[in-house]
Each structure stands twice: as C-alpha cells, then as structure tokens.
C-alpha cells in the first residue's frame, strides 16, 4: 500500500512538507498507509466520512467557511487525528486571504501528529483524481502524468518556448531544478524552481561537476557528430577544457539535478518526453541553421536592440579541421533560440560573428556573450547595442576593433566589451610608455626578492587586492580563504611600508604590475 509521501512524489512532485514530514524522525507519514481519498466540501458536515488511513484532501477557502474561528480548525484537525487519518493536503487559496487559517490548522497538525502537505493553488478536484488513481492503478496514473507533462510540452513549443521553455516546465513539473544538454554536452538551457528548497544548490553544484545528477536521459539528437552520422573527435571543443570530459561523444541529455534520487514518475515521464526534447532542439536548431544560410541574413526577431559578438575562428585549412569548426558552430548557434540569435559567415570566416537580440534582462548581450566565450574557452568581444538594421556594420567593426585591443592585454577577459575600447587601448600602450617598465620593476623591487613562487604569490596577491571591490572578491579570486589575503595584506605592508589603502599607491601599483614581465606573474 503507498503511503502520502509515496502520493507526493508520484503525483504532487511540486508540494511541501508543512508540518510532520518524512524528513522528522518518528513521523507517521514514513509508515501509515493510504486507504482512500476525501475532499473537503464547504458545508457542514465537511467530509463525508474520515476513516483510518484516509487522506483529507483540505482546500483552504472551503476551511474558511467550515471553520471560520481558531477554536473551528483545531476542533477539525483533532477529529482528523482521533481518526487517525494518514494526512491532509491542502489546497491554497489563490487570493491569500487564509494564511492565518493556514497556520491554525499547521500549529494544531503539529501538536496532534497529522501530516500536512501543501500542493499550492492548484484543482482540489484534479487532485482527488489523481489520488483516486494512484490508489487503484499505480502505473496508469503515473502514465496519465506522464501525458499531462507532454501536453504542457507541445504549448511550450507551439508558442516558441525553445530549451528555456522546455527546461522551465519540466522543473515546475517535477518540482526540481533540470539542465537540458546539447551535442558533446554543451548546456543549452537550466532552470531552478524558485519556491524549491534546494533548487539553486543543485544548479551550483551542477556547474561545479556538470556529470553529476539525479538522472540523465540520452536525447535522440538526429546526424550528431561530424554531421555524418559519426561522433567527432578531436575538434575544437572536444579540445577545449571547458567541457566536460567525455563530451565529444555525448548525445545530449535531459538532466534531473539534486542530490534525491529520481522518483518513478520522473523515469516514466522523462522516458516519455525524451523524445519531444529532442524533436524541439533539433527544430530550433534547423530554424537557425535556416537563417544563417539565407541571403537576407535578417537580424533575429526579438531585436531590436541587438548586439554583434565576435571571435576568432582558427583556419588551418583540412577538411577535418572544416568539420570541427562546424560543429563548433552548431554548438554555438544552439545557445539560444533562432528568434534571439543568429550565426554569420562560415566555417571559412577569420572570425565567428553572432548577432544577437539583447532583452531586457541583459540589455548589454553580457549574458550570451559570457556563454559563447565559455564555449570556445577564448576572448569574445561584444558590441554597444544598436536598434536599426543599417547600424550591423559598424557594430561589426566596433566589435572586431574591441577584439583586437583586448587580445593585446597580458590578460584578456573572457568578454571584451566596447563601451570600454579606450581603457582597452590604454592598458595595451602601457609597455610603450618610456621606461615604464623599469619605473615599475623600481616601484616594486620590495616585492621581487626570495624564490620565484613567493613572488608570485605576493604580485598575485597585490593585484587580486587592487583589481576586486574587497577582501571577499579577491579570496574568491584567488581562490583562498579571507584571512588567508588579510594575512598576506599585512605581510607586504610590513616588508614595503606601503598603506594599500592609500589612493595615491593604489594607482601607480595597479599600472606597475601591468608592465612587469608575465613570467613574475
């Protein structure tokens, strides 16, 4: 026989635990059995019958009438507990208005043992069903799930949704954070329930270790690979170390994140949807391939504004470096939908141009530009937002300007933005400055004493100290605890004499330490 947290996980994967859930030791909930279903009716008497093992099913407007007063709802919940039902889910009211009702009822279920899960505003009614079903036919209602999850699926896809849409339903659904996963293992798309405990921990920890899940179901992605059929290897991003390893071969994957193990209704849902995920990436990708190849070349549709990005796109010349370089460009183009994004030139191009709607969330195009720069592992520049289509080409131009300044950095960012040319260009003249880079090793002579790796350490400090706001951002840049910089801080105004908080230093250092040698760094 299932029992309620049993019921949650197959049919209300989205609820919360209110009060004596499974993760109490001693909760009745871990071992009492389900009978059947009641529904809380407005009128009095509000259920029918409460025998044991009864689950109530309680929608809180219907409880505001029944029990309008306090002394109402204990009244009920302790009848409930005398009859030893197996718990109650409540029903929230849209409106809100019976949040204090709500916690009457939690502080009573508390104090007399009865289990309460909340499924949120959703169809007490659908509920009841589904419960019903579950009861009498375990599989069939998980099958019925399974079919409501891909109806949700084909409207994402009929309004346009692409992977974001896809990875925002599934999450909702299943009530956990999922990734959905391109070609060689490329993240197209994650998403992490905001009302989910848990949910952006396991995002985290994904980007921390991207092979790490709860389940990963293979997408039957069509032509993966060289575009022959074959799996490539050995091309740009299978060389890059941003990727995950292994990822040359990998097919593309619907990913469940966080540390529960899948429930049944996730592996015969996803088993089910599998499939339609794969059919929406591979009609994304089409679209934009589609548009790449017109001759119109028109600017993606959520524009305007939109932004140009650029890269390099290394051309040796072979065919199976050719291939390569398409598949990067695959990879690239599945970033985003067709509507937001589109891919110019070709795999013969000098540079990777993508010309992208900016929306408002990230009117810059700092976003999508950090996901390609992620990608190819290498500096991408991107232009100032322009809003008719006659302003491309000098977009481009700003762009490919802005590359070329921020490649000649001892240390270029992974996104070179061209509102900030000029600084670009003033750091990369520093070294014509005349004796600069003597003035510098001068300045910071008391630094360049001892083994070589100390005086790594204590320019690496320095600089991480001038370059971020605060203690914080330079240990997380550095990758060492604070006390570990303030230690370190102390240390090099002990030797030097220097106040690091002295405006007149801070400046002259952070120049200094652009011009030394980049072996000292």
């Given amino acids: 026989m299932a029992t309620l947290e049993a019921l949650r996980r197959a049919i209300l994967p989205g609820a919360r635990w209110l ?20 529904l809380m009716r407005a009128r009095v008497p509000a259920f029918d019958a409460l025998e044991a093992g009864d689950v109530a099913i309680v929608p809180l407007a219907a409880l505001a009438i029944v029990s309008a007063e306090d002394d109402g709802v204990a009244a009920l919940v302790r009848a409930a507990a005398d009859a030893r039902i197996a718990g109650v889910i409540t029903v929230a009211d849209s409106a809100g208005t019976t949040s204090a009702i709500l916690a009457g009822l939690i502080r009573t279920a508390a104090t007399s043992g009865v289990p309460v899960l909340d499924a949120g505003p959703v169809d007490a009614a659908a509920i009841e069903r589904s419960a019903i079903g579950y009861l009498v036919n375990e599989r069939g209602e998980l099958d019925r799930q399974a079919t409501l999850l891909e109806s949700r699926l084909e409207h994402v896809a009929l309004s346009g949704g692409g992977p974001d849409g896809f990875a925002a339903a599934i999450a909702g659904f299943f009530g956990r954070a999922v990734a959905i996963e391109g070609r060689r293992g490329i993240t197209l798309a994650v998403h992490a329930p905001p009302d989910v405990p848990g949910a952006a921990t396991a995002v985290a920890a994904y980007h921390r270790r991207p092979r790490g899940a709860a389940i990963r179901i293979p997408l039957p992605l069509p032509g993966r690979g060289d575009g022959n059929g074959r799996a490539g290897v050995g091309g740009a991003a299978a060389r890059d170390a941003r990727v995950p390893a292994g990822a040359a071969e990998a097919p593309g994957a619907l990913v469940l ?11 015969v849902a996803t088993g089910r949807i599998a499939g339609l995920v794969a059919l929406e990436l591979a009609r994304d990708e089409a679209v934009g391939q589609a548009i790449e190849t017109a ?3 028109p600017l993606p549709a959520d524009g305007p504004p939109w932004v140009v990005i650029v890269a390099r796109q290394a051309i040796p010349g072979d065919a ?18 067709a509507r937001r994004m ?53 977009a481009e131009a700003d762009a490919r300007a802005t590359l070329e300044a921020a490649e000649r950095l001892a240390e270029p960012p992974p996104v070179a933005r061209a509102d900030r040319l000029p600084a670009y260009r003033l750091l990369g003249n520093l070294h014509n400055v005349p004796d600069g880079e003597r003035h510098a090793r001068a300045l910071l002579e008391p630094l360049l004493t001892g083994r070589p790796d100390v005086q790594r350490e204590r320019l690496a400090t320095l600089r991480a100290v001038l370059d971020q706001p605060g203690l914080a951002e330079a240990a997380a840049a550095l990758g060492v605890h604070r006390n570990t910089i303030a230690y370190r801080i102390r240390g090099i105004e002990g030797a030097t004499g220097w106040r690091l908080a002295d405006p007149e230093l801070r400046f002259p250092l952070a120049l200094a330490l652009r011009l030394v040698q980049d072996d000292q760094l």
């Fill in 320 to 337: 199976a470096d050719a291939r390569a370089r398409e598949a990067v460009r695959r990879d690239v183009r599945g970033l985003a939908p």
């Fill in 257 to 267: 994140l966080g540390d529960p193990p899948a429930t049944e209704l996730e592996r």
């Fill in 19 to 38: 009060a004596e859930g499974p993760e109490q030791a001693g909760s009745p909930v871990r071992d009492r059995q389900l009978a059947w279903v009641r």
């Fill in 342 to 394: 589109a891919l110019r030139g070709d795999v013969q191009s000098v540079e990777l141009r993508v010309v992208a709607a900016a929306p408002d969330r990230d009117a810059d195009g700092l976003e999508l530009a950090g996901r390609i720069a992620r990608l190819l592992g290498r500096t991408v520049a991107v232009s100032r937002p322009f809003l008719v289509p006659g302003g491309r080409s000098a």
């Fill in 295 to 297: 001759r119109s070349e």
